[in-house]
C-alpha cells in the first residue's frame, strides 16, 4: 500500500490488518492523539538512559550532547516518568 495512511479507506486494509511493508510502522506518529507529554529537566538527568529503554512506542531520541527527549512517537503514557531513576520527567498537558 503506497498511500499515506490518512488516505487508505477501510476497503483497502489488507486482510486481517497484515502488514506488507517492512518498516512502515515508522510512517504512524503514535503520537497524534496523546493528551499529555513528558518534559525533561536535563539539569537533573544523569544520562543513564533508562528512560529510552523503556519506552513502548521508541518515543524518545537521544541529542547530540546525550541527553534524552520526546519525538513524534510518544504516545503519552508516563512510563518514563515512572521509571525515570532521578525523577526528572514530569508530564504536563499537551497544548494544540
Ligand atoms: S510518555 Fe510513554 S511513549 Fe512517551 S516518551 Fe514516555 S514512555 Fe515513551
Ligand atoms: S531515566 Fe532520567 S536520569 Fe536517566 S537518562 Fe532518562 S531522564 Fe535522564
Do not use: H
Not at 33 to 50: A, E, L, N
Amino acid at each position: 500500500m503506497s498511500k499515506a495512511w490518512d488516505q487508505v479507506t477501510w476497503q483497502e486494509i489488507e486482510v486481517g490488518g497484515v502488514l506488507t511493508e517492512p518498516g512502515s510502522a515508522r510512517n504512524y506518529n503514535t503520537g497524534d492523539w496523546r493528551s499529555s507529554r513528558p518534559v525533561w529537566d536535563k539539569t537533573r538527568c544523569i544520562k543513564c538512559g533508562i528512560c529510552w529503554t523503556v519506552c513502548p512506542e521508541a518515543g524518545i531520541s537521544e541529542d547530540a550532547d546525550g541527553y534524552f527527549e520526546m519525538n513524534t512517537y510518544c504516545k503519552g503514557c508516563g512510563i518514563c516518568v515512572k521509571e525515570c531513576v532521578t525523577g526528572c520527567i514530569e508530564m504536563v498537558v499537551e497544548e494544540s
